[in-house]
């Protein structure tokens, strides 16, 4: 199911012609117009290829980002940055802001303070015997720094980068070589198909009712035709997913692990110890599955947060409340205390990596990036992978171009295909491809599979069949059993939905977690933290881009995830069981496009939410 916006085709649109029209600004399409850009013009000023549309001019080329401006994505990110070194040779000394050489790397398994978390009986075993030896380990405030970490999840010689200012530098860079433009705040809705071959996009309509109907000042989104459309629309995009359900996936790929990543930047206190560079990684708290990472920018600016997976089978999986736990986890809170909240978002992180790679190309468009299954889910590492895919499709344009070949699934395949097959990004991939299949058996034999595929290079792994996530999703009083009786799960459950407030906090509290010691500058509620400097606007006129589209099932669903999962309280509990959604609340993290505990009753890879092309969400570049 493509999840089309309601039907507007009968009205006349404004049409532009191009060569290239991209989808999204992310580090993958950053990649392609690098390389793209530097290549369109002899060093005498005259075009190196010709234009199709607009003869004696270089091709144009349009890329067309949802977000309100360049860089207002969510991103970690700690990067070996060998692709970017690759493209742009002098980044190290580019001055790029928040920018620093990785310093100090350390990987620290979290032991629970506070003796909430469901810990696996190995585990509470494993935390017994460090307790008792701690005298001879490297142990500190409830934290025991791994004395190895395997090479595969070092990134020695890399960057602390922030993703928002590097993708400020870069836009600025490619857009000054005149030869692509960028539109940031112009979502695209859909990829414009003819006979099974995409021959451009369509933008999204403004002046529109809630559920896309013209209202006053109705502008209907323009078709930009092209003969070649470059999908790099992420992990969650509308193109990508209308692609896939258009030409499937290939044999035995799917996408059904995921993760969201909620992240803080945060100043830290005047006298912080932590250098510029330094980066933590975190395991075991606040729930096992759950990781953290901390990394250090310059100026005493630190990005710090979470990743919550789909397979942490719990229908309680709120990001921001865990993030707040871990942050108080003594080993962090030393470092944290006295900090104070810059800004804040999440992100959907696709986790199925090589596995839920779809067909790379077809007539008239290539896919790159995270959304092409590029990210690497043993090496935590997306930026390099994405740009790298980016890079090498500019390649395999140029190559076409030059030989005058049209942009056919074959010619693509050939030129892109082999490129991406014959680099250290295929390989890498395969080697994680089943790296995290254990994790289906639990937390510590996902640790020991990951352990073995990393220091194997893929060869030995423990197999697991990835579930989809709706199918993991247990009942809350299921969940809870041996905490809390059922009845007053239920009771809890709808005490919260009559308010018309998410349950998870009234439930974790219930279950031995502590309330949040708020302090107004770095631990603030999730209402305040939305309200922060403005950082969550949407534009008016534009239709809801969440909705409940198969709105039975949502009444008779007692655990609604997507309720206690929104990344922005955007979405809460509504009258009949139909949950309620608030364009000005979401930061567009995605993550209920999977966190929902049914599937489609016409695709059971999809859930019973759709998530479209959508305008507005995060307002910050520090990201
Ligand atoms: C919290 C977090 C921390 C991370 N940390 C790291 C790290 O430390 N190191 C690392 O290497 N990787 C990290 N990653 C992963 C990394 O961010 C991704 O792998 C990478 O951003 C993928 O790049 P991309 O260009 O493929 O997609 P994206 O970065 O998702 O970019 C896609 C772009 O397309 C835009 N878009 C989507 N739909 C539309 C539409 N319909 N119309 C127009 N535009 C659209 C989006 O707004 C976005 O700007 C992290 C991810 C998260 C969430
Ligand atoms: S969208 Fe999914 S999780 Fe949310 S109420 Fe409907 S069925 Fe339940
Ligand atoms: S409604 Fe928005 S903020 Fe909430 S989960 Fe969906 S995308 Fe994220």
Redesign the pocket.
């Known amino acids: 199911m493509s999840q089309p916006a309601p039907e507007t085709s009968t009205i006349d649109r404004p049409r532009i012609d191009a060569d290239i029209v991209c ?8 990649g392609f117009l690098t390389t793209l850009s530097k290549q369109l013009l002899n060093a005498d000023g005259t075009p190196a290829v010709e234009s199709a549309v607009a003869p004696g001019l270089p091709p144009q080329v349009l890329c ?4 309100d401006d360049i860089g ?8 070996k940055a060998r692709a970017l070194r690759a493209s742009i040779p002098d980044i190290d000394k580019a001055g790029i802001p928040m920018a620093a050489p990785v310093g100090e790397e350390k990987v620290l398994y979290l032991l629970d303070p506070v003796g909430a978390s469901r810990r696996p009986a190995m585990l509470r075993l494993a935390d017994g015997f460090i307790h008792a030896c701690k005298w001879a380990l490297p142990f500190e405030r409830e934290a025991l720094n791994l004395p190895w970490t395997p090479g595969f999840l070092h990134k020695r010689g890399g960057m602390v980068l922030s ?1 928002g200012q590097f ?1 400020q530098w870069v836009g600025a860079r490619v857009q000054s070589t005149g030869t692509v433009q960028i539109w940031p705040g ?4 859909q990829a414009l198909i003819e006979n099974k071959k995409v021959v451009g996009v369509r933008l ?1 309509d403004q002046g529109v009712t809630k559920q896309g109907a013209p209202a006053d000042g109705f502008t209907p989104g323009m078709d930009i035709h092209a003969a070649l459309t470059v999908v ?8 990508g997913r209308q692609l896939d359900d258009l030409f499937g996936l290939p044999e035995n790929h799917h996408a059904r692990d995921w ?5 803080f930047v945060v100043d830290l206190p005047e006298d912080t110890p932590l250098k510029p560079g330094t980066v933590l990684h975190t395991f075991g708290y606040p729930e096992p599955e759950i990781f953290g ?1 901390l ?1 250090v920018h310059p100026d005493r600016v630190a990005s710090l ?1 979470i ?1 919550v997976p789909s397979w942490f089978d719990s229908p309680v999986r709120t990001t921001y409340r865990y993030l707040q736990h871990w942050m108080t986890h003594p080993y962090l809170w030393h470092f944290l205390k006295g900090g104070k909240l810059r800004s804040w978002g ?5 986790e199925s990596g090589r596995r839920g790679e779809p067909h790379l190309a077809g007539d008239g468009y290539a896919r ?5 299954g ?2 690497n889910i043993l090496t ?7 740009w790298a895919t ?1 890079a090498q499709l500019a390649e395999a344009v140029l190559e076409l171009l030059k030989a005058k070949k049209p942009f056919t699934k074959e010619n693509l395949e050939a030129a892109y295909g082999q490129r991406r097959r014959g680099s250290w990004v295929e390989q890498e991939a395969r080697a994680a491809e089943k790296s995290r299949d254990g994790f289906q058996h639990g937390f510590v034999a996902g640790l020991l599979g990951m352990a073995l595929a990393g220091l194997s290079g893929g060869r030995l792994v423990l197999p697991g069949r990835p579930l989809r996530p709706w199918e993991r999703i247990p009942p809350l009083e299921d969940y809870f059993r041996g905490r809390i009786p059922p009845g007053e799960v239920r009771k809890i459950r709808d005490d919260c939905y009559a308010r018309g407030v998410s349950a998870h906090a009234a439930l974790l509290e219930r279950a031995g977690w502590p309330a949040i010691p708020y302090d107004g500058r770095l631990l603030v509620s999730h209402q305040d933290a939305l309200l922060m400097g403005g950082k969550v606007q949407a534009p008016p006129g534009y239709a809801d881009h969440v909705a409940f589209i198969f709105p039975n099932q949502c009444q008779q669903c007692g655990t609604k995830l997507c309720v206690e999962v929104c990344s922005g309280q955007a979405i809460t509990p509504g009258e009949n069981g139909v949950p309620n959604f608030d364009r000005e609340k979401c930061v ?1 993290c995605g993550a209920c496009l999977w966190n929902c505990a049914t599937a489609s009753p016409e695709n059971p890879e999809r859930m019973a939410v759709a998530f479209r ?1 959508g305008a507005g969400g995060l307002h910050s570049a520090e990201n």
């Open positions: 989808v999204g600004f992310g580090p993958a399409t950053a067309y980002e949802r977000a207002f994505g969510v991103s970690g990110v700690v990067t993703m993708m112009t979502p695209v809705s999204l790099g629309d992420g992990p969650v995009g509308p193109v993760a969201v990543g909620m992240k990472f990394y947060g990743f999440a992100k959907t992180l696709g790159i990036g995270e959304g092409s590029s990210t935590g590492s997306g930026v390099d992978e994405a980016g567009h092309a």
